[in-house]
């Protein structure tokens, strides 16, 4: 299947994308994230607050390995993540409904242009303060009866809308 082994995922070429998670309380959900990270080598995790990190067993069961070849920082809180992330050049996306937010199928990234989206708690999403220092605010879509999703579903139809454009 042509898999690149570790060594080999390190030195290729990434994906301008950080992945902020904020505040995620499940450490399978937190695995399932660095699983996708991988699939589509985005260039880093940010895990934030009270988000897990590795080395876990909870982890390992739903990233199986991806924890090892994903690059990844912990950060006090997403706050302090999207401080530095800016101060590095991304331009930050918050990943929530909020007034105003730009819908994720009118949503075409910059060429050249390095990305960073935050992901909130599974109950309470992204904190606000983080929303507000963010500079925009990206909306997945839905139709049902729900007004969310899982993190890690969100994560993957994110990951795969910058990573379309990308690759």
């Known amino acids: 299947m042509q898999r690149l082994s570790v060594e080999e995922f390190r ?46 067993t909870e982890i390992h069961k739903t990233a199986l390995g991806a924890e090892d070849s994903v690059s990844w920082q912990h950060f006090p809180t997403a706050l302090e993540a999207v401080a530095a992330l800016k101060a590095d050049g991304y331009e930050v996306m918050a990943v929530e409904q909020v007034h105003g937010s730009t819908l994720l199928q009118t949503f075409t990234p910059v060429k050249g242009r390095r990305y960073a989206v935050v992901l909130g708690n599974e109950v309470k999403g992204v904190h606000q303060e983080v929303v507000d220092a963010a500079d925009g605010c990206l909306e997945i879509p839905q139709f049902g009866t729900k007004h969310s999703m899982n993190v890690s579903v969100t994560a993957g139809i994110i990951i795969w809308h910058f990573a379309q454009q990308h690759f």
């Open 11 to 56: 030195q290729s070429e990434k994906l301008p994308l950080a992945v902020v998670l904020d505040d995620v309380r499940s450490m399978y959900n937190v695995g399932s994230v660095f699983r996708t990270c991988d699939a589509f080598r985005v260039e880093r995790i940010c895990l934030c607050g009270i988000t897990a990190q590795p080395p876990s």
